[in-house]
């Protein structure tokens, strides 16, 4: 079992910056899929970036692809979301995800352990 715990949301204006990081427990953490979803009121949880366990691969939503940049560093156990060019429709709660073995995809239900979220709200 793994536990997830994100950091790094705040308030930032249209444009702007954010790094959020999510911290994992367990010694097997390279072993893990892992994925960046996020939560707007009042819709559903939607993906947003992911990187597989093995090779690395990285996989991101169109609404995200060329701003946002996922990252993974096994020897510290965590995972980021370089969130760049920051617009109003990114504001959320966003969730790190983890799933055991290979997933390279944006079903949430394909992920097995989730974190607590972090709050990103981007001003215009």
Known sequence: QVQLAESGGGL????????????????????YSMGWFRQAPAKEREFVASVTNSLGRTYYADSVKGRFTISRDNAKNTIDLQMNSLKPEDTAVYYCAARLGYVLGARASNYEYWGQGTQVTVSS
């Open 12 to 31: 930032v204006q249209a444009g702007g910056s954010l790094r959020l990081s999510c911290a994992a427990s367990g010694r097997t953490f390279s072993s």
